[in-house]
């Protein structure tokens, strides 16, 4: 009777267990010519699939424990695939429309995918695989023919870890694609995209040995590009762009063992199918750490480019633009630390260049250009502690400033039209201050010691 009664006693524990990590499947179809495919293997795992209209199909796929997925489709031919293996992933998918598509993809640990597309064509397809632990990915399209494709991922069971990525586009033909790959840990990257007619593409990437990273995307309007790039031996970066109007396009690079750089830009324009477009471009690479890049343009056809490079540090740079045509250039690079670079256009077609390379610290270069078709250069290298500064009011002025040594400080102000002024330091400690105020004036001033 004991032994009985223990048998019975274990036979009841055995299948309170079993029965406490069941897996469940709930499946509910309306209308016409559903399908769906549910395979769950191990523990604990949960899926429900609800298909209205017709001609949907989902497929689900869980392999491991304590896995979630909830797929709701109410549309006419919505794709849905759901492969999770490990343990704790979450996918919960919703399309509402007709020919949307979306593709989730979860391995090893803890990981989320929400999708949610309501429109027609709409593709999301999240990958989180390999080593992934504690990640968070989120599409939601509104439109038409908007795509979007994020992947966080490590390597044979290595750390892709605390990632978020998240997505939204509301409009139509909106491409976005993310990617957080390899030992990439502790990032987030988040795209908005909204427009009418005709759509905005968005690209990041923070790849290899990428940590600590921020990159945010925001884009209002039409036909606006933009690509982030944190990748090599990238670390604690931070870039941001922001466009609106119409034609515009920002590409950020942090790379090559780039440490505590920041990088951000901001633009709004009236340019279409690449004709009168901004431009600008920021590259923080090559042992670049601690540098800041930031440009600011409103208008049409601006040009800017920032480069800091080569054993790059505590440098800052920034440009500012309003009106149209005008180009700034600034290269901090070469043994460049501490040092800072301005530029400020207001007018149509005005020309600025700043570099400080090769041995150059703790400069100061300002350009400040009012007017039409003006033209700054100023070039800082081999030396320490200049300052060069130039302002330029009216049209068609051009001045050139060359430093090299140190102490070295020039001034030049252009106020009319059709004025020229060079001045070049060499040595050390050297003054030189030049007023044009009028038209056609020249001046040349050449100090060394």
């Known amino acids: 009777m004991k032994k009985f009664t223990f048998l019975a006693s274990a036979f009841m524990l055995i299948a309170g267990a079993s029965f406490a990590q069941g897996n469940n499947a709930k499946v509910t179809q309306n209308d016409l010519r559903q399908k769906a495919t549910v395979t769950q293997t191990g523990t604990s795992n949960e899926a429900e699939v609800t298909q209205s209209n017709r001609d949907n199909v989902s497929v689900v796929t869980q392999t491991g424990t304590s896995h979630g997925a909830v797929v709701n489709q109410d549309g006419r031919e919505n794709e849905s695939s759901v492969v999770q293996t490990g343990l704790s992933n979450d996918a919960d998918v919703k399309q509402t429309g007709r020919e949307n598509e979306s593709t989730v993809t979860q391995a090893n640990a803890w990981n989320d995918a929400v999708v949610d597309q309501d429109g027609r064509e709409n593709e999301s397809v999240i990958t989180q695989t390999n080593g992934s632990y504690n990640n968070f990915a989120k599409a939601t399209q509104k439109g038409n023919y908007n795509e979007a494709a994020q992947t966080q991922q490590g390597g044979s069971m290595g750390p892709s870890v605390s990632n978020e990525a998240e997505v939204k586009q509301k409009g139509n033909s909106n491409v976005a694609t993310q990617s957080q790959s390899n030992a990439s840990g502790f990032n987030t990257a988040y795209i908005e995209q909204s427009s009418g007619l005709i759509g905005n593409v968005a ?4 790849d290899v040995g990428s940590g600590f990273n921020e990159a945010e995307i925001y884009q209002d309007g039409r036909l606006n590009s933009a690509t982030q790039i944190q990748t090599n031996v990238s670390g604690f970066n931070a870039a941001y762009i922001e466009q609106s109007g119409s034609g515009n396009i920002a590409l950020q690079t942090q790379a090559g063992v780039s440490v505590g750089n920041s990088a951000s830009i901001d633009q709004e324009g009236t340019g279409f199918l690449g004709i009168g477009a901004n431009v600008a471009t920021q590259t923080q690479s090559l042992i670049s750490g601690a540098n800041s890049a930031d440009i600011y343009q409103r208008g049409a056809a601006n040009l800017a480019t920032q480069v800091q490079s080569l054993v790059s540090a505590d440098n800052s740079a920034e440009i500012e633009q309003r009106g149209d045509g005008n180009e700034a250039t600034q290269l901090q690079a070469g043994l460049s630390g501490f040092n800072q670079a301005s530029i400020y256009q207001r007018g149509d077609r005005n020309s600025a260049t700043q570099t400080q390379t090769e041995l150059s610290g703790l400069n100061t270069a300002s350009i400040r250009q009012e007017g039409n078709r003006n033209e700054g250069i100023q070039t800082q290298s081999f030396g320490a502690d200049m300052e060069a500064s130039l302002l330029q009011d009216g049209n068609r002025n051009t001045s050139t400033q060359k430093q090299t040594g140190i102490g070295h400080s020039s001034s030049v102000t252009q106020l009319g039209n059709s004025n020229t002024s060079t001045t070049t330091q060499s040595g050390g400690y050297s003054t030189a201050t030049v007023m044009q105020n009028g038209n056609s004036n020249i001046a040349t001033v050449t100090q060394s010691n």
């Open 203 to 206: 690209s990041q990437t923070q």
